[in-house]
């Protein structure tokens, strides 16, 4: 069974940082391009950060360029996401999920609140 | 960056009835390889969003063939054939094909009346 589970969320004050994981199981995390996509309260989707299968090239939305970092550990089955100088304004849920025609799966999500 | 433009922002619907949803994008989502890469998803109350279908109009395993995709260039459109009580929640449409970024619709609520 597909499973994605992120984790990592919480309460962090401006400028702070945080580290977000997507632990999959059901499918092998090495073959498959991965997303981070957030939702901020009662709004829509915005897609944040893309990396390839093999690592070798990661993209990132222009609002978080030079603070986030996506990464993914294969042999572990988990995709990463390092947030750092958050803002009000990152505050959101934060899932991942698949990049495939073939294979779409999304986590359930963990909730990062940026608030002093 | 491609602008994805939905409407309605909110629909009612009567069960049993039809329901569409139109998304629009600020240029041609026609790729080079001869796809288009538009995709569909629903998020329900409370929920993660789930695809619907991918590349205009392949509907996802195990999504009812009520629902249905179609259009070209910037003009697409998801029809519901005749909207049941599970199909509730927000309808979002997202282009792939000029990327990144990957860019979303503001999303359309479907209620029923």
């Known amino acids: 069974q597909v499973q994605l589970v992120e984790s990592g969320g919480g309460v962090v004050q401006p400028g702070g940082s945080l580290r977000l994981s997507c632990a999959v199981s059901?499918?092998?995390?090495?073959?498959?391009?991965m997303n981070w996509v957030r939702q901020a309260p009662g709004k829509g989707l915005e897609w944040v950060a893309f990396?390839?299968?093999?690592?070798?090239?990661?993209y990132y939305a222009d609002f978080v360029k030079g603070r986030f970092t996506i990464s993914r550990d294969n042999s572990r089955n988990t995709l990463y996401l390092q947030m750092n100088s958050l803002r009000a304004d990152d505050t959101a849920v934060y899932y991942c999920?698949?990049?495939?025609?073939?294979?779409?799966?999304w986590g359930q999500g963990t909730m990062v609140t940026v608030s002093s | 960056d491609v602008v994805m433009t939905q409407s309605p922002l909110s629909l009612p619907v009567t069960l049993g009835q039809p329901a569409s949803i139109s998304c629009r994008s600020s240029q041609s989502l026609l790729y080079s390889d001869g796809n288009t890469y538009l995709t569909w998803f629903q998020q329900r109350p409370g929920q993660s969003p789930r695809r619907l279908i991918y590349k205009v109009s392949n509907r996802d395993s195990g999504v009812p063939d009520r629902f249905s995709g179609s259009g070209s260039g910037t003009d697409f459109t998801l029809k519901i054939s005749r909207v049941e009580a599970e199909d509730v929640g927000v309808y979002y449409c997202?282009?792939?094909?000029?990327?990144?970024?990957?860019?979303f619709g503001g999303g359309t609520k479907v209620e029923i009346k």
């Open positions: 990396a390839r299968y093999d690592g070798t090239n990661n």
């Open positions: 997202m282009q792939s094909t000029h990327w990144p970024p990957l860019t």
């Open positions: 059901g499918f092998t995390l090495s073959h498959y391009d």
């Open positions: 999920k698949t990049d495939s025609n073939a294979f779409d799966a």
